[in-house]
């Protein structure tokens, strides 16, 4: 089993930052392909960022391109999400998941996911 537990969420004024982390478990976690994903009351998941199983390719939501970054340190087991210029639009609960495959932005092919993390983003 993969568990990955996420930090880093809390409440903050629009046009803050904040960095979310994400550290996995195992020793497979360079075969995996990482990805964050929001879910907002009433609203369904959707991917906010995801990188390749080596962190040479990424993909972002037009919602969040230029303004979040996606990271990964395969030497840590972790995986970050830099979040500047926050607006209240990206309030939701944001899940790090793990995909075996070596990339994907399909929801449905992310295998492991997280407890998930508030964050909260004020007018």
């Known amino acids: 089993q993969v568990q990955l537990v996420e930090s880093g969420g809390g409440l903050v004024q629009a046009g803050d930052s904040l960095r979310l982390s994400c550290a996995a478990s195992?020793?497979?976690?360079?075969?995996?392909?990482m990805a964050w994903f929001r879910q907002a009351p009433g609203k369904e998941r959707e991917l906010v960022a995801a990188?390749?199983?080596?962190?040479?390719?990424?993909n972002y939501a037009d919602s969040v391109k230029g303004r979040f970054t996606i990271s990964r340190d395969n030497a840590k087991n972790t995986v970050s999400l830099q979040m500047n210029s926050l607006k209240p639009e990206d309030t939701a609960v944001y899940y790090c998941?793990?995909?075996?495959?070596?990339?994907?932005?399909?929801?449905?092919?992310?295998?492991?996911w997280g407890q998930g993390t508030q964050v909260t983003v004020s007018s």
């Open positions: 998941a793990a995909s075996s495959l070596a990339w994907s932005v399909v929801a449905a092919e992310y295998n492991y």
């Open positions: 195992g020793r497979t976690f360079r075969s995996y392909a």
């Open positions: 990188i390749s199983r080596s962190g040479g390719t990424t």
